[in-house]
């Protein structure tokens, strides 16, 4: 499956954004699908994730009660909406899937088979 991540910007402070994913190529609906991030300088990290059906959602502690990830498998697109957006946030954002597998490590990015290129995300104070 291919993504492609777009939505990001340049924005202040207290602003929201919501960033896209668009899925292609195969059958979206049968991937999970998670948001990670990667600040300048630093690893890349686990932002939220949502499973195949629109359940099981988890969030980084640091974005919860802030960010929402959603999906429509019919329009094959998962959402991120990012409110109260801090300076901390500033970011690459990238999307990306993996198929039903065991294990509860969503976090990890070594889970996901497919990665969107990223998109940027600078939030001044």
């Known amino acids: 499956v291919q993504l492609q991540a777009s939505g990001g910007g340049l924005v202040q402070a207290g602003d929201s954004l919501r960033l896209s994913c668009a899925a292609s190529g195969r059958t979206f609906n049968r991937y999970n699908a998670g948001w990670f991030r990667q600040a300048p300088g630093k690893e890349r990290e686990f932002v939220a994730r949502?499973?195949?059906?629109?359940?099981?959602?988890y969030y980084k502690d640091s974005v919860k009660g802030r960010f929402t990830i959603s999906r429509d498998n019919a329009k094959n697109t998962v959402y991120l909406q990012m409110n109260s957006l801090k300076p901390e946030d500033t970011a690459v954002y990238y999307c990306?899937?993996?198929?039903?597998?065991?294990?509860?490590?969503?976090?990890?990015?070594?889970?996901?088979?497919?990665w969107g290129q990223g998109t940027l995300v600078t939030v001044s104070s």
């Open positions: 990306a899937a993996d198929s039903p597998k065991m294990g509860t490590d969503y976090a990890s990015s070594q889970r996901y088979e497919y």
């Open positions: 949502i499973n195949l059906k629109g359940a099981g959602i």
